[in-house]
């Protein structure tokens, strides 16, 4: 009976410890004792990496560092055990790549992950440099990630989130004492902080807008080769990167060493654009390459007369149905109507990118079209108010003539009545 009942507790026993269900994480002196040191070096790493995503995902410090996380001793940090120490800057794409290169290590946690960071780290500018002459200013994993507060990408609180990139790339590349040794220039975060991207994403909140991966690549920043810009500006912008690349521009400009869309537009400080940009004037792209003379030139005059005349032409259609509007006249169809000349005035600007003319004004044409016939229903609805309002005066002119007639006879009527009255 006894003995029974020590089996049952002994069994019971057993069976806790060897149930995975209540997983404590297993003791990690490494943290434990890193955080007693009361050295702010030693026991920082430790604080920051209860957030991490690697602690989330159930590894410790020895993931990285190695050792035995189950000694309370100096001992746990026995290279014998295969402690590392702090890596040094060059270990790092290899200590982080052990898993992230492994696929099917990898699969057993996310399957849709990529697992080619470190392939197309190595084909970067920083990749290059730090394998090659052993540059240590470049960027690692960890400058972009941080070693001890990894997060994904989608965690707004990460490092590398889309609302954060820009900072985390500046702190280098906007600190001009950092890259003084560097040709480059170091205003690319200033810039961007100007162009029109960076308002969509930070004014609009539209996280669609690039930010420095999204041209540059996560992984494989490098001075974006000349074929290779026109796809990038391209992911976003097809119809123009489509145009373009079948275009008189696309050969000569490769020729010239030219990077395509950012010869007209810039690259970090991409503004709106407007349709000044087009023609021959003061702001206009193509004045930098063509005069009045030649034939790029007076396509450029041509194309920015064509785009004006409609953008004229809706712009007082626009005006027009809009003060019949305000004057109580039904016009909801012609406004609606005038939408399509709005729709050919965008295409007609997107044609600008096969410079040809024709092209630009096959979508013109019926812009004009559907802007003459709105400004037509205009004209008609306040020819139709200034009728009725011609009809109206004259039933008011007949209608107080009535009265007048009317009081006229009440007051013969009541004359003749007093006459006649005896009494008097
Ligand atoms: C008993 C306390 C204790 C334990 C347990 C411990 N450490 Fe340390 N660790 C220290 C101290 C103290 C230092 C500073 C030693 C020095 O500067 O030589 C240190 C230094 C380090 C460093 C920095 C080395 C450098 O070169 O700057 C790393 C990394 C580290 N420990 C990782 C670990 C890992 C991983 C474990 C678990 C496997 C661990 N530690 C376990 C106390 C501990
Ligand atoms: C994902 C990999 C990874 C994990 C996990 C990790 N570390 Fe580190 N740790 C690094 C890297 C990389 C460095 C080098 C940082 C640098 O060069 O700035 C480092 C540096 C350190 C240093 C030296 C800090 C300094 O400024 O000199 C200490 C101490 C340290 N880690 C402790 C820990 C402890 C304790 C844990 C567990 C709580 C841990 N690390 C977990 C990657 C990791
Ligand atoms: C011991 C293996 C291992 C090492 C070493 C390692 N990681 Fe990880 N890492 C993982 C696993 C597993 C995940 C979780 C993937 C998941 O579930 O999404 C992860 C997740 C991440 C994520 C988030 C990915 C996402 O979108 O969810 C980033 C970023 C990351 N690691 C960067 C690093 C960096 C930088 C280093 C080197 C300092 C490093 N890792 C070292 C295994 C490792
Ligand atoms: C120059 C900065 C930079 C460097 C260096 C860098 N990363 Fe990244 N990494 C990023 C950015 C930015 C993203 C976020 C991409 C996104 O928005 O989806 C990212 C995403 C990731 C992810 C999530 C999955 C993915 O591929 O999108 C992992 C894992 C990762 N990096 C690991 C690494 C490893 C390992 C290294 C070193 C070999 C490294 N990173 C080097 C900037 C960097
Ligand atoms: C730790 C600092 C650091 C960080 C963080 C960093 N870089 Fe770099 N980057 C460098 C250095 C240093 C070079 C080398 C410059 C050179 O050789 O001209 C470089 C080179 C480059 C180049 C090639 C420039 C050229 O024409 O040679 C590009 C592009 C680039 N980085 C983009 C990025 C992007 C995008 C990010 C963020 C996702 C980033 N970098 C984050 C330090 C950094
Ligand atoms: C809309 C796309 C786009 C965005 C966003 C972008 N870049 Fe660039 N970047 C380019 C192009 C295109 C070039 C190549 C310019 C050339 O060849 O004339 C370039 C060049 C560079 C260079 C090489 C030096 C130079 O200035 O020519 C660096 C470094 C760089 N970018 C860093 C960054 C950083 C950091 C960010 C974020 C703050 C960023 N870029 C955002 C498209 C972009
Ligand atoms: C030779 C100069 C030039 C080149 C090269 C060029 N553009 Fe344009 N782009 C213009 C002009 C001019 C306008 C303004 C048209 C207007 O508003 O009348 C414009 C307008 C735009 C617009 C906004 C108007 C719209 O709806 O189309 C976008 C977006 C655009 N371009 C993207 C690109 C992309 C992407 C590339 C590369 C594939 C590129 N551009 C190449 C001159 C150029
Ligand atoms: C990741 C997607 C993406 C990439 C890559 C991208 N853009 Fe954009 N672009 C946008 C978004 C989103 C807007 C903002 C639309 C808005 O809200 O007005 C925009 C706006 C513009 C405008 C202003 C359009 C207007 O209506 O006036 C121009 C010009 C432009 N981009 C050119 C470029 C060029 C040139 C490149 C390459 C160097 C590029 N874009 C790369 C998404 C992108
Ligand atoms: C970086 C210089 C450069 C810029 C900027 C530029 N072009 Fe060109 N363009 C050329 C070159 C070079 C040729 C081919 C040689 C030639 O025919 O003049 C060409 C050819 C053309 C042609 C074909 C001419 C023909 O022979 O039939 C047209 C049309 C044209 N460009 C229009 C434009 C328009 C419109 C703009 C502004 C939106 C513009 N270009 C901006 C350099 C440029």
């Given at each position: ?5 020590v ?10 410890v ?23 070096r ?11 995503i690697h602690?989330?995902?159930g ?36 200590l ?17 992950l990529?697992?080619d ?20 200013k ?9 070693a001890?507060?990894i ?40 810039k ?14 539209d ?53 395509g ?6 690259n970090?400080?991409v ?31 041509e ?28 016009v ?20 600008v ?34 009728f ?9 002119i ?27």
């Amino acid at each position: 009976m006894r003995r029974a009942g020590v089996a049952l507790a002994l069994g019971v026993l057993l069976a806790l410890v060897a149930s995975p269900a209540p997983a404590a994480p297993p003791p990690d002196t490494c943290a434990t004792c890193h955080l007693d040191t009361g050295d702010e070096r030693l026991a920082q790493p430790a604080k920051d990496f209860r957030d991490d995503i690697h602690a989330a995902k159930g590894f410790g410090c020895v993931a990285c560092h190695g050792g035995d996380s189950k000694e309370e001793g100096m001992e746990a940090m026995d290279p014998k055990k295969g402690y590392i120490g702090k890596p040094g800057t060059r270990q790092i794409p290899a200590l982080c790549g052990r898993c992230h290169a492994d696929a099917q290590f990898m699969k057993q946690y996310n399957p849709s992950l990529r697992v080619d960071q470190r392939a197309e780290y190595a084909t970067s500018v920083h990749g290059r440099r730090l394998a090659g002459v052993g540059d240590l200013k470049v960027a690692t994993c960890i400058s972009c990630h941080s070693a001890h507060a990894i997060r994904p990408p989608s965690d707004p609180k990460s490092s590398v989130h889309a609302l954060k990139v820009a900072e985390t790339c500046g702190r280098c590349h906007g600190d001009a004492k950092y890259m003084g040794a560097y040709k480059i220039p170091t205003d690319q975060l200033e810039k961007y902080k100007t162009s029109v991207h960076w308002r969509a994403m930070f004014e609009k909140g539209d996280l669609s807008a690039p930010t420095c991966n999204d041209c540059h690549g996560n992984h494989g920043a490098a001075p974006p080769g000349i074929s290779w810009v026109g796809n990038v500006c391209g992911q976003c912008h097809a119809v123009q990167a489509d145009l373009f690349k079948r275009s008189v521009h696309a050969p000569v400009f490769a020729q010239m060493g030219n990077p395509g869309c950012a010869t007209c537009h810039g690259n970090h400080d991409v503004s709106e654009a407007g349709d000044t940009l087009l023609g021959l004037g003061d702001k206009a792209a193509c004045a930098a390459c063509h005069t009045a003379e030649d034939a790029g030139g007076k396509s450029a005059t041509e194309m920015r007369a064509a785009i004006g005349g409609l953008s004229a032409d809706w712009e007082k259609a626009r005006a027009l149905l809009l003060r019949a509007e305000h004057a109580g006249m039904e016009v909801s169809q012609p406004q609606f109507d005038l939408n399509g000349a709005k729709d050919a005035l965008v295409k007609a600007r997107a044609a600008v990118h096969s410079f040809r003319t024709e092209a630009v004004k096959k979508e013109v044409e019926p812009g004009l079209a559907i802007a003459a016939k709105a400004y037509a229903r205009g004209v008609r609805a306040l020819e139709e108010l200034a009728f009725r309002r011609k009809g109206l005066a004259v039933s008011v002119i007949v209608i107080l003539a009535l009265i007048a007639g009317i009081l006229l006879k009440i007051r013969a009527v009541d004359r003749r009545q007093q006459l006649g009255a005896p009494g008097h």
